[in-house]
Structure formats: structure tokens, C-alpha cells
């Protein structure tokens, strides 16, 4: 690919909306929509799609978009007295010509810095002046690198809190085929049980049914281990201390207009997020999340598969 196909392009999407392209020498890619700062696809060398977006997603504000990488602020879930997940996702952004350096910047030419300031609207619902700049990069190697930086800009002195939440959808073979390692023995809250606190059993996790769990304390790697497509993501993360683990089974999509009915057999959510204990910054304080995402070919398999055929064939 040539050179001046590196880089970032502002470009129409779907309904006209506004999306960023980045692309990388290597024929990586990934799209940004200025509309909820969201990512909604990231694409490897091959052009195999790695993020899930439903089928039935609407692209049209105020509705959110099911799947890719929505940006829960300033409140994850039902955490709060907001709508659910808070208002980020479904606001429009803006390109950031200005933004402040940011000290770990790679070799990567291609990235884009949106920023989200609040209107006057948001001001009612949410008394709390703010800057959210979020800069989302694609190394030279394909992996996907997403960094908050939200910022207490009120002038009134109060400090406010928040959650938070990278709402990230893996795209899967099949859910049966995949395991997440690196959240056991961890103790969880259960959404689907009044957010009542447990302790992972297992040495991993595999799926059989709903799961809405929110991990507490967990390690900054997570892997998702995908059997059918042999492949590893690998999830790293930073000022996130927690990790959500969702996929809403049978009956749940079957709810969900914006979701197909049997679209929660190849999508996986594995969030970093700050849940359990919320986020609060005094004025002219900033806070800092990063998620970094990359996709390997697995080196380890289950018993149903001879590992040694595995890794020759990767």
C-alpha cells in the first residue's frame, strides 16, 4: 500500500455521518464515527473484521450503535441516575486539531483526537463542565490503542464523579468456542443478580447462557481465546480496573431491536472499565484510561483440537 494511503481520512458512513478511516502500511484499518466517538470496525491485514456491529444497528442519532467500541461516560450501566451508559456514546464529536502531547506517541501515522465537550442540554442532565479527548491510534502492527483523558474543567470549584466503560464487541466464531483467561479466582458483581458479589470458579471462563458480570480488581492482560477462528486477543489495559463480560443469549437478543436474533452466538463483550469505585476529579484535575487491543494467531487450543496441528497451521 502506498504511503499516502497511511494515515487518517475524514470521509462519509453510513446515513451520511461523519467517520474517520485509519489506515496502516500493512493493510491493517480501522473506522471512528464522530457520532458517539466510536470505533466500528478495526480490520487486520487480511481485511478480516475483528469488532462485531450488528446487522440491525441504526445509524441514526439519538440511538446508539450496537457494537464496535462504545464509550460509556459519564456512567456505565445503570450506575447512576442517567441514562443508561451516559450520554458519550450518543453525542456527536469533534475532531481535535489542539490536542495536548501525549508522551507515549508511537510511530503510528495513523490516529485520530476527537474531543467532547458538553452542550447545554447535557449541562441539565449532567451539572458538570468537562473536556473528554480521546485519541485512537493503530500502531504499525495492527494493534487498536484507545486513550481517554477527561478533564474537570468547571469553574464553580465542585469536583464530580463518574464511570466508566471501553463497551468493546469482539467478533467470534462461535461463543461456545471461546474462553477468557486471566479473571479467575476474581471476585465479580452479577447484574443478572441485583449486582450481588461472587467469586469466579473455574480455571476459565466459557459461556452457556446469559452472562453480565463486572470483574473487580482484575490484571491489566485479559485474553480471549477463539477456538473456531484460532485466534487470541489480548486485551491490555490502564487506569481501568475492572473488566464487564457481557453477551445476552437467546432470549435477550431476541428483545433488543437493534440486535439479530442469533447474533450473540459470534459477539463477545469484554469491557475495561472503572465501575465499582467511581472516578471523582477536582477541578482542573484530569484522569487517564487506556485500552489496547491486539489479535494473534492462538498458540493454545482445547482438547478437541491437536494443538500441534494448531500452531503449524498458524
Not at 490516529?111 to 493503530?138: G, M, N, Q, T
Not at 458483581?189 to 473487580?216: C, H, M, P, W
Amino acid at each position: 500500500m502506498s504511503s499516502d494511503k497511511v494515515g487518517a481520512e475524514l470521509c462519509k458512513g453510513i446515513n451520511g455521518l461523519d467517520k474517520v478511516v485509519l489506515r496502516e502500511s500493512r493493510g491493517t484499518s480501522v473506522e471512528v464515527y464522530l457520532y458517539g466517538g466510536q470505533v466500528t470496525s478495526w480490520k487486520n491485514d487480511h481485511g478480516e473484521e475483528l469488532l462485531f456491529v450488528s446487522s440491525k444497528a441504526i445509524f441514526k442519532p439519538p440511538k446508539a450503535i450496537r457494537g464496535g467500541i462504545p464509550i460509556c461516560f459519564p456512567q456505565f450501566g445503570s450506575h447512576g441516575s442517567l441514562e443508561s451508559h451516559g450520554f458519550a456514546r450518543n453525542r456527536q464529536w469533534s475532531i481535535d486539531t489542539d490536542p495536548p502531547p501525549f508522551p507515549t506517541n508511537s510511530l503510528s501515522k495513523a490516529y485520530v483526537d476527537l474531543i467532547l465537550r458538553p452542550s447545554e442540554e447535557d449541562l441539565k442532565i449532567w451539572a458538570h463542565s468537562f473536556e473528554f479527548r480521546l485519541r485512537v491510534a493503530l500502531s504499525p502492527g495492527g494493534d487498536l490503542m484507545l486513550t481517554s483523558r477527561i478533564r474537570n474543567t468547571s469553574a464553580d470549584g465542585k469536583p464530580f464523579t463518574f464511570t466508566f466503560a471501553y463497551h468493546t464487541y469482539f467478533s467470534v466464531s462461535d461463543i461456545s468456542e471461546v474462553r477468557i483467561e486471566g479473571l479467575e479466582t476474581l471476585d465479580y458483581l452479577d447484574n443478572l443478580q441485583n449486582k450481588e458479589r461472587f467469586t469466579e470458579q473455574g480455571d476459565a471462563i466459557t459461556f452457556e447462557s446469559e452472562v453480565d458480570k463486572i470483574y473487580l480488581s482484575t490484571p491489566t492482560k485479559i485474553a480471549i481465546l477463539d477456538h473456531g477462528k484460532k485466534r487470541t486477543f489480548v486485551l491490555r489495559k490502564d487506569g481501568l480496573p475492572d473488566a464487564v463480560v457481557w453477551n445476552p443469549w437467546d432470549k435477550k437478543a431476541k428483545q433488543m431491536a437493534d440486535f439479530g436474533d442469533d447474533e450473540y452466538k459470534h459477539m463477545l463483550c469484554v469491557e475495561a472499565a472503572a465501575v465499582e469505585k467511581s472516578i471523582t476529579l477536582k477541578p482542573g484535575e484530569e484522569w487517564k484510561g487506556r485500552q489496547e487491543l491486539s489479535a494473534v494467531p492462538s498458540s493454545y487450543c482445547s482438547g478437541q483440537l491437536d494443538p500441534r496441528k494448531v500452531l503449524l497451521s498458524s
